[in-house]
């Protein structure tokens, strides 16, 4: 599903973030990416979502080598992609419903076709109260369902989560990860960058480990 051949990239003027990175994560697994702040977790996420392209090496996304894709080809497989970013990025001025809804919007599909799964979603993440609410007046917790309602409401087959639970206590933390799980069950690819030892060492699913700018896959549990 990801592929990542000897990757590096480096920003402008800057030193390799990441240096010669192999990693295949197959359809339908389940990813804890860890490492210390700095070590290059959000840049690799970049790298798989398509914000960014590696300065050498070669991404292939659902069997596809994504650099000889045009970018109309890359638009299109970037929405099977959802992501969950660490500071949730919901848009102030519109509310619950309207933000998760916006990836439909924008993909231009009419709202008759898709209202009744997205109340069904947001009953789903607990939300089915709060549809007219504005993000400002969520609590962290139902900020971070309401990012993942959004990354998950046009069904991508893959899902990047970059420090879901860093502004939320562990309890919702652990609730966010239930959540996650239960897609993956689905059959969703989930790959989720965080540096809380508590909450991988709470679940027992392979962890590939940043550091120095090389990757390393851990032993569960260790
Ligand atoms: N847009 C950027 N331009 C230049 N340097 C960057 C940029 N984004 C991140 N970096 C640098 O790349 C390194 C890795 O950052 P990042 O991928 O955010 O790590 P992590 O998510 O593991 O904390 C850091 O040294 C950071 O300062
Ligand atoms: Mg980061």
Redesign the pocket.
């Known amino acids: 599903m990801i592929r990542l051949e000897n990757v590096s990239l480096r920003?402008?003027k800057?030193k390799d973030?990441l240096r010669h990175i192999n990693l295949d994560i197959p359809q339908g697994a389940f990813r804890f990416l860890t490492?210390?702040?700095?070590?290059?977790?959000?840049?690799?996420l970049k790298l798989i979502f398509l914000a960014h392209a590696p300065t050498a090496g070669r991404v292939y996304l659902m069997g596809h080598d994504v650099s000889a894709q045009s970018r109309k080809s890359r638009a299109l497989m970037r929405r099977h992609i959802g992501v969950v970013f660490q500071d949730f990025r919901l848009i102030d001025h519109l509310s619950v419903y309207e933000n998760i809804t916006l990836p439909l919007r924008i993909a231009g599909h009419k709202q008759s076709f898709w209202h009744e799964n997205a109340v069904e979603l947001l009953n789903w993440v607990g939300l089915g109260q709060r549809l007219d609410a504005l993000p400002e007046t969520l609590s962290g917790g139902e900020q971070q369902r309401a990012a993942i309602a959004r990354a998950v409401i046009t069904r991508p087959r893959i899902i990047i989560a970059?420090e879901p639970t860093g502004n939320v206590d562990p309890e919702i933390g652990e609730r966010l990860l239930r959540l996650l799980i239960e897609l993956n069950k689905m059959g969703t690819t989930i790959v989720i960058?965080t540096h809380d030892r508590q909450l991988w060492e709470k679940f027992d699913f392979p962890r590939l480990h940043?550091d120095n700018g090389q990757l390393a896959l851990m032993r569960e549990g260790v």
């Open positions: 920003y402008p800057g973030v490492g210390p702040s700095g070590a290059g977790k959000t840049s690799l970059d960058a940043l």
